[in-house]
């Protein structure tokens, strides 16, 4: 069922448990992220970033998709805009029905990011929704990998006090998009960052750290963990195996399905890696 990411992730952090949160793309990733989170007996963000919507020129159609798999599914689902930096796209997925949108400032100067942050938060609580923002950029969006950058906590408790944000995604080793699952996580300051900052801290790119680190992260403090690189790597390899296996194989059906089979095992995997 659609449930409010407000809800799923304040009852993750009072169990101390890490949600999965999980880029959609194609349709199929929406249907194989909840049948992962049904299997796994667990509730599930699915996100929709803003690169992934300048992909399909459009929020609308992947965005309806997805708020249908979620209504549908017998788990608790959220459906949440991630990476936006147009605030006309987060008032769109606020009009559509989104439990949450990120609104990702962090390459502006903090007093810009506040500012900024402050006016998408006001639009956005006036109507229901809850808001992640970024302080201290999480690097690879670009492929340039910067894990040196890092969220200083006292900042970060000013930033969240100022702007009002619901959720706040925090720089502490993490890159996005690794190919690799060899991150270095500062567990030291993601324990500083749990005692300083009141609202729930998010994890993006988790593809990067191995399956004990992404424990250890939930234990020392992270609630949203947000994977994507991960499991487009499984619905690829699936993919490339079903191809090379079938080289005459023209129906999409079939091998875009082993791609979804492969993306649903692996988010059941990565829901009770996080405690779910
Ligand atoms: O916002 C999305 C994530 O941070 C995903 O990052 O592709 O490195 O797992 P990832
Ligand atoms: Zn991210």
Do not use: W
Not at 32 to 53: T, W
Not at 124 to 153: F, Q, S
Not at 182 to 206: K, N, Y
Request: hydrophobic letters at 50%; a negative charge; proline letters at 3%.
């Amino acid at each position: 069922m659609l449930t409010p990411t407000a809800d799923i992730v304040a009852a993750a952090r009072a169990a101390g448990r890490g949600v999965g949160a999980f880029n959609v793309i194609q349709l199929e990733h929406a249907e194989a992220l909840v049948a992962g989170a049904e299997k796994a007996g667990a509730p599930v963000v699915l996100q929709i970033s803003e690169n992934a919507v300048k992909y399909h020129g459009a929020l609308e159609p992947i965005a309806q998709a997805t708020l249908a798999v979620a209504r549908a599914s017998t788990t608790p689902v959220a459906v949440h805009l991630d990476h936006a930096t147009d605030v006309g796209l987060v008032r769109h997925a606020v009009l559509l029905g989104f439990g949450s949108v990120m609104y990702d400032a962090s390459v502006m100067s903090y007093v810009d990011n506040v500012a900024a942050t402050t006016e998408v938060v006001r639009h956005c609580h006036e109507r229901g929704v809850y808001v992640e923002a970024e302080l201290g950029e999480v690097g690879g969006k670009d492929g340039v990998h910067a894990p040196g950058a890092r969220t200083d906590p006292d900042e970060a408790a000013a930033y969240v006090a100022s702007t009002g944000v619901d959720a706040l995604a925090v720089a502490v080793g993490t890159s996005h998009a690794m190919l690799t699952r060899d991150a270095t996580v500062d567990f030291g300051l993601i324990e500083r960052l749990r005692a300083t900052v009141p609202v729930p801290l998010v994890l993006h790119g988790s593809s990067g750290v191995a399956d004990d680190d992404l424990r250890r992260a939930v234990e020392a403090g992270m609630t949203k963990v947000n994977i994507a690189t991960q499991l487009n790597k499984a619905f690829t390899a699936a993919v490339r195996a079903h191809l090379e296996a079938n080289p005459a194989a023209v129906d999409t059906r079939k091998y875009l399905g082993a791609g979804r089979d492969a993306v649903a095992t692996e988010v059941a995997r990565l829901l009770a890696v996080l405690g779910a």
